[in-house]
């Protein structure tokens, strides 16, 4: 019966998907340049399998704001980098997931700058941000250019 039901949930999933507009980016890349979007399979089952094991390893209950906020900026990172994962060009493909990787650490910044208490670790977390999204724009431009 669960071999069924699982069965069934996977083929319900994967009709789902095949529905999707065909103009849709590749699951995973959303937030990335056209260029990254193109040249990504998508995270596919596997990126959706590691995400839901990434939840259940944590407690959540135990867990405080600060800390569901930068979970949820890892996973969504962890995502997205997962779906370059696939980019068979080697320079697109360290581009692309070097935007995700750097969109995480300021994300994991912000939340620092939020919630952090220590001065020095407020100083990091400016100049990651400040620095990270630098590259992230030249990133994105390069990427632009490659699409084209």
Excluded at 6 to 29: I, N, Y
């Amino acid at each position: 019966m669960l071999r069924i039901l699982l069965a069934t949930a996977f083929a319900v999933s994967a009709g789902a998907a095949m529905a999707q507009d065909a103009k849709a980016p590749p699951e995973g890349t959303e937030s990335l340049p056209k260029a990254c979007q193109s040249a990504s399979p998508g995270q596919g089952m596997t990126g959706k399998a590691m995400e839901m094991g990434d939840m259940a390893s944590h407690s959540m209950s135990s867990m405080g704001e600060p800390q569901m906020a930068s979970m949820k900026a890892m996973q969504e990172m962890n995502r997205t980098m997962r779906a370059t994962h696939g980019i068979k060009d080697p320079d697109l493909a360290f581009v692309c997931g070097m935007i995700a990787h750097h969109r995480g650490a300021v994300a994991m910044s912000k939340i620092e700058l939020q919630s952090g208490k220590d001065d020095q670790a407020k100083a990091w977390a400016r100049k990651i941000i400040e620095d990270q999204e630098k590259e992230i724009a030249e990133f994105e431009a390069w990427a632009g250019k490659r699409a084209q």
